[in-house]
């Protein structure tokens, strides 16, 4: 089991280093064919902005679960989920779910 704090610390490392970047579009995408060193995301892109990280911060390589999760739909259920909870966070007095 990771500590928490080290948790903390490799979640930050994945948000902000360039191994994990966003997803890349156009130009972005070209240049990641260049030679930038992007993780492979979870659609088994390199640089596709979703990434499946093991306990110490290495890919994973799962990208067939998450193919079936987005084939049934559950990602859009999960974003749907999520800006629900915000939206009745955010029109309650004192921001309580």
């Not at 280093?17 to 995408?29: E, I, K, N, Q, V």
């Not at 859009?76 to 921001?95: L, N, P, Q, S, Y």
Request: glycine fraction near 14%; proline fraction near 4%; charged fraction near 30%.
């Amino acid at each position: 089991m990771v500590p928490v704090g080290e948790s903390g610390e490799r979640h930050l490392y994945a948000a902000t280093s360039a191994t994990f970047p966003p997803r890349a579009d156009g130009l972005d995408r070209a240049r990641l064919g260049e030679g930038l060193s992007a993780a492979v995301g979870s659609t088994g892109e390199r640089g596709s902005g979703a990434y499946l990280l093991s306990w110490n911060g290495e890919p994973c390589g799962k990208e067939e679960a998450m193919r079936e999760h987005r084939e049934q739909g559950n990602m859009k259920r999960v974003w749907d989920h999520t800006m629900e909870v915000f939206e009745k966070i955010c029109a309650t007095d004192g921001g309580k779910y």
